[in-house]
């Protein structure tokens, strides 16, 4: 079966880190680009992140760059977004996502939450 | 940025009936190129991740009952479900993946009547 399975989330401090990963299985990790998508609890989809197959392409929406960092282990089959500076409105559900035909995401994980108040 | 525009946010349809969901870019993201519109539409239930429903406007995702239509081209799409049932109670969201960033419309509530 393949799943996406994130952890890392939790209750951090303003000006905290967190690093999220997002274990992949069922397919073959190394053959998808990823991205990292958030969602404020009852709110709309928004897009944080990108990286491609071997992590040599990134992108960053423009209210996280400088803050975030994407990356990928192919050999442990793991994405990773390293997320530093919080802010009260990063608060949110954080879900990586297997980006299938062109940009689509055909594969969901259940979202992890990072909660940023002092 | 392409900003994408749903419509209604909520309607409440009876068991049976028809559901429509409109959504609209701001820009063409018809690719004329391959004739293909880079619109998908996903459903989310309460508590779980979003489920990727129709790709290229109008493709359905394998497993999708064929109660789920997708229409539509250049800046004006549509999410038909032909005979709601009960398990469709959601909120429905379009993504344009036609550039980066890729963008979702604000979503749209369907309940039962």
């Known amino acids: 079966e393949m799943q996406l399975v994130e952890s890392g989330g939790g209750l951090v401090q303003p000006g905290g880190s967190q690093r999220l990963s997002c274990a992949a299985s069922?397919?073959?990790?190394?053959?998808?680009?990823m991205y990292w998508i958030r969602q404020v609890p009852g709110k709309g989809l928004v897009w944080v992140s990108s990286?491609?197959?071997?992590?040599?392409?990134?992108m960053y929406a423009d209210s996280v760059k400088g803050r975030f960092t994407i990356s990928r282990d192919n050999a442990k089959n793991t994405l990773y977004l390293q997320i530093n500076s919080l802010r009260a409105e990063d608060t949110a559900i954080y879900f990586c996502g297997r980006v299938g035909v062109a940009g689509v995401i055909n594969l969901w994980g259940q979202g992890t939450l990072v909660a940023v108040s002092s | 940025d392409i900003v994408m525009t749903q419509s209604p946010d909520s309607l409440a349809v009876s068991l049976g009936e028809r559901a429509t969901i409109n959504c609209k870019s701001s820009?063409?993201?018809?690719?004329?190129?391959?004739?293909?519109?880079?619109l998908g539409w996903y459903q989310q239930k309460p508590g779980q991740p979003p489920k990727l429903l129709i790709y290229w406007a109008s493709t359905r995702e394998s497993g999708v009952p064929d109660r789920f239509s997708g229409s539509g081209s250049g800046t004006d799409f549509t999410l038909t479900i032909s005979s709601l049932q009960a398990e469709d109670v959601a909120v429905y969201f379009c993504q344009q993946f036609f550039n980066t960033p890729i963008t979702f419309g604000g979503g749209t509530r369907v309940d039962i009547k």
């Open positions: 069922g397919f073959t990790f190394r053959n998808s680009w």
């Open positions: 820009q063409s993201i018809l690719n004329s190129s391959n004739n293909k519109n880079y």
């Open positions: 990286i491609d197959y071997d992590g040599s392409v990134t």
